[in-house]
C-alpha cells in the first residue's frame, strides 16, 4: 500500500533485469521529489510524469548504477547526531550510498542535512 515502496521495488527489479526504463504507477510529490535526489546523484536518468488524469505515471530512465534501494518504515525521526549510526546501518560503505530524508528545508540526502545541520525523518535509502 506504499507508493514509494512499490515505486522503488519495480525500479530495483527492472535495473536488475537489465531494463533500459521502467514505468511506475501510482505517482506522489513524495516519489518525484525521491526520484530528484537520485537523480542528482546520476543513480537515474531522466524521468517524465505522464497525466493520466488519474494517480498520473512516471517513466523513468536507467543507467544501471542501482545495486539495492529501499523504504524505512515508519519513518523514524532521526536528529543530527544520529545520522552517522543510521548510514552505518543502512549504507554498504562510507564511500557510495544515500540516505534520503524529510527535512524543514525538503527532501534531501544525508550529507545536504549534515550541511545544513538539521536532522529530520528518514524516508529511504539508495547504492
Excluded at 505522464?50 to 542501482?66: A, F, M, N, P, T
Excluded at 532521526?78 to 546501518?89: G, Q, Y
Amino acid at each position: 500500500m506504499n507508493v514509494l515502496n512499490d515505486a522503488l521495488v519495480a525500479i530495483v527489479n527492472a535495473e536488475r533485469r537489465g531494463k533500459r526504463q521502467v514505468m511506475i504507477r501510482p505517482s506522489s510529490k513524495v516519489l518525484l521529489k525521491f526520484l530528484r535526489v537520485m537523480q542528482q546523484h546520476n543513480y537515474i536518468g531522466e524521468f517524465e510524469v505522464v497525466d493520466d488524469h488519474r494517480s498520473g505515471k512516471i517513466v523513468v530512465e536507467l543507467l544501471g548504477r542501482i545495486n539495492k534501494c529501499g523504504v524505512i518504515s515508519p519513518r523514524f525521526d532521526v536528529a543530527l547526531p544520529d545520522i552517522e549510526r543510521w548510514v552505518t546501518n543502512l549504507l554498504p560503505s562510507r564511500q557510495f550510498g544515500h540516505i534520503v530524508m524529510t527535512t524543514s528545508y525538503g527532501i534531501c540526502d544525508h550529507e545536504e542535512c549534515r550541511r545544513r545541520a538539521t536532522g529530520g525523518k528518514i524516508l529511504g535509502y539508495f547504492y
